[in-house]
């Protein structure tokens, strides 16, 4: 049986990535008691731990073949304005290094680290050289493949995979995105649509770019549907419409232009609503898992801070197995 250790474990996407591909979680730590609910509930309770990673030593993990860590990414994007490894919250990984470094001999053959594109460039590249540098001290070779969830779902969400192996490490292309898919395939018809009031609202704030865009989609024969994010402007509320049928990046749910919304234009017609739960479980990959536990915004707050679970499962067939079975 191969074994993962998982870092910033989250609700539990990158186990369920694994399981798919037959690598079974022995250990699971993450600080949120929020999706500690949602790991605990769709996988029990057994090898997670809750708390700080910081208060982890080498000597508290486990034997196993793979160690992941989905280190936070605030301090790697613009909401923890490009702080990188002077962030708080990013620096974390760090400390995934030194329980490794701890862990001496028995430190898992295999590693895998997840962040935002972010990851590359924060500081000037100075950050991802500073990873790199730290796993390879650690004794392990290191490769990077950059994948989109759009090559399986109708999700933009581009993430940078750095790998360490102890032996010689090949990674193949990534998986090339797949133009079909579109938010129709996984958009409920039914939901709360805006009143006409709230929609002209929404359309006012639409810049004339923008508007343009809408009134080709509301001329289209065949409605679609097409994701909606909302971003400030000198000092104002915007919405912007993405130019193609799919979702953005799904974000935590906290503020601003965090929280997603669907348009259905076509027909001469147009309608808007926030985006759902059931939405956002099936762009991540993840309608098959349990949510009640926690009240629909925290759910969306957690699959918006986890992987995509069919890029785990592709991460894991094409990258993690070959390694690993050397």
């Not at 690598?23 to 730590?29: E, G, H, L, R, S």
């Not at 759902?276 to 707050?301: C, I, K």
């Not at 986890?306 to 390694?323: F, Y």
Request: proline fraction near 4%.
């Amino acid at each position: 049986m191969l074994r993962a250790i998982e870092f910033f474990a989250g609700m539990g996407l990158m186990r369920a990535g694994l399981e798919r591909v037959g690598i079974k979680t022995v250990f699971a730590n993450d600080i949120d008691d929020t999706k500690a609910k949602l790991y605990a509930d769709n996988w029990g309770r057994e090898e997670l731990q809750v708390g700080d990673i910081r208060a982890l030593r080498g000597d508290d993990i486990p034997d196993a073949e793979l160690v992941t860590a989905s280190f936070p990414c605030t301090d790697m994007s613009l909401a923890g304005k490009y702080k990188g490894l002077n962030g708080a919250q990013s620096s974390l990984v760090l400390d995934f290094l030194r329980i490794l470094g701890e862990m001496g001999d028995r430190a898992p053959r295999t590693l895998m680290i997840e962040n935002v594109m972010g990851f590359l460039t924060a500081n000037d590249g100075r950050d991802w050289e500073t990873v790199v540098n730290g796993i390879q001290k650690l004794g392990y070779q290191a490769a990077h493949i950059i994948v989109d969830a759009s090559a399986f779902v109708p999700q933009s969400r581009t993430r940078v995979f750095l790998f360490g192996h102890k032996g010689t490490i090949e990674l193949p292309n990534p998986p090339e995105i797949r133009e079909d898919l579109r938010l129709d395939s996984i958009a409920q018809e039914d939901g709360d649509w805006w009143s006409p009031d709230r929609l002209s609202a929404f359309l006012e704030t639409l810049s004339p770019i923008q508007s343009k865009r809408v009134y080709r989609y509301q001329r289209r024969f065949w409605p679609g549907y097409y994701g909606a994010f909302r971003r400030t402007r000198r000092g104002r509320p915007v919405w912007e419409v993405r130019a193609d049928e799919r979702a953005g990046t799904l974000r935590t749910t906290r503020g601003g232009s965090a929280k997603q919304a669907i348009v259905r234009a076509g027909r001469g017609e147009i309608a808007v609503r926030w985006m759902n739960l059931t939405e956002y479980a099936r762009l991540q990959g993840a309608e098959h898992l349990r949510y009640d536990s926690v009240t629909p915004s925290q759910a969306m707050f957690a699959l918006g801070d986890a992987v995509c679970v069919p890029v785990i499962e592709w991460l894991g067939k094409h990258c993690l197995l070959p390694l690993l079975r050397q």
